[in-house]
């Protein structure tokens, strides 16, 4: 081997572990993010989800591995897609949501994000609105992270609720009917927050900001880090959620 060999030979070498080398990060990074997405998640509590099967005005189904809550009387033509917060199971929103569905006659389909983490689905809406292909009036929403994703699928919806959430883009220009819920006792998207983020939504954006309600009190998944300490009761805050879409209905 002449000397001239030598040095193409180790420089070889080098790329070759310095490529392996970070390879070999992003495999453990993307494990650790997987393994991270499945510790820790909220499941449903038990008390509010057997309300909700236990209630014969609402059908609860899996189509494609989304909950689908439909009125069990009439068939609706009006829905909500709804996104979980991160590592939130999708079940711990059933009881919040059940006036939509039992007083308002919607149906609801209740999203699994890939990962437990909407920021990691990039699924259109109409991977979602066809669980239930006789609507044809859809909202699209979501709570904390699941707010935000749904902020950017909000073009292709007739409507926007965002719950103890806020959006990253720009919709303003939009004219896309908008409802902001939030909490006033919210440790996470706090009221600070959610004005920051105005701007974002529409001049006519309505904010309802529900007295007593933290971040957790948009489920019914127990008691979250970081959150504020909730001074409404479950039955009232599935009546002012019900409430607030209601007369975003009445502006579609």
Known sequence: MSASTRPRSRARRVVSIVLLSVAGLLVAGVL??????????????????????????????????NVVMSPASDESTVGLVFIP????EAEAYEAKLSGLVAEDGMTVVIT???????????????????????????????????????????????????????????????????????????????????????????????????PGAAHASFGDYGRQAGDGTPTIDDADMTADITASVTDLLARL
């Open 32 to 65: 650790g993010i997987v393994i991270w997405s499945q510790v820790g998640v909220m499941d449903a509590e038990a008390g509010p989800l057997a309300s909700v099967r236990d209630d014969d005005r609402i059908t609860v189904s899996d189509v494609g591995g």
């Open 85 to 88: 917060g991160a590592k939130v």
């Open 112 to 210: 699994r994000p890939w990962l437990n983490l909407a920021f990691f689905d990039p699924r259109p809406l109409s991977t979602f609105t066809d669980a239930a292909p006789g609507v044809d009036t859809w909202l699209v929403g979501g709570h904390s992270l699941g707010g935000v994703r749904a902020c950017q699928l909000a073009p292709d919806a007739d409507g926007l609720v965002l719950f103890g959430s806020y959006c990253a883009n720009d919709l303003s220009e939009s004219g896309l009917p908008a409802l902001s819920i939030s909490g006033s006792e919210d440790g996470l998207s706090t009221p600070e927050k959610i004005q920051a983020a105005r701007d974002m939504l529409p001049a006519d954006a309505e904010f309802v900001e529900v």
